[in-house]
Nanobody
Framework: QVQLVESGGGLVQAGGSLELSCAAS????????MGWFRQAPGKEREFVAA????????QYGDPVAGRFTISRDNAKNTVYLQMNSLKPEDTAVYYC?????????????????WGQGTQVTVSS
């Protein structure tokens, strides 16, 4: 089992920045690929970013590429999502996810564990 707890969400003006954190406990964090997804009201869950268990490879959803950066610190069992140049359409609940394999991409079904989510609201 892996327990995931997100933090860092909040209210920010358009053009601003936020950094989300996801602290993992339980099963070896360094053995898991990690991802971030988001879900806005009335919309399906959307892939945001993913990172290899080693941290050497990343992938981003088209709406956030070039603005968001995923990273991880295996010594701290934590994955981060740095979000810059935020837009009102980035408003959503952001979820951290872990997969029991070295790499997982944009498909939610590839992930085995999920956090409870943290709200990000971007005002115009």
């Amino acid at each position: 089992q892996v327990q995931l707890v997100e933090s860092g969400g909040g209210l920010v003006q358009a053009g601003g920045s936020l950094e989300l954190s996801c602290a993992a406990s339980g099963r070896t964090f360094s053995g898991s690929a990690m991802g971030w997804f988001r879900q806005a009201p009335g919309k399906e869950r959307e892939f945001v970013a993913a990172i290899r268990r080693s941290g050497s490879g990343t992938q981003y959803g088209d709406p956030v590429a070039g603005r968001f950066t995923i990273s991880r610190d295996n010594a701290k069992n934590t994955v981060y999502l740095q979000m810059n140049s935020l837009k009102p359409e980035d408003t959503a609940v952001y979820y951290c996810a872990a997969a029991n394999k070295p790499w997982a991409s944009r498909t939610a079904g590839e992930y085995d564990y999920w956090g409870q989510g943290t709200q990000v609201t971007v005002s115009s």
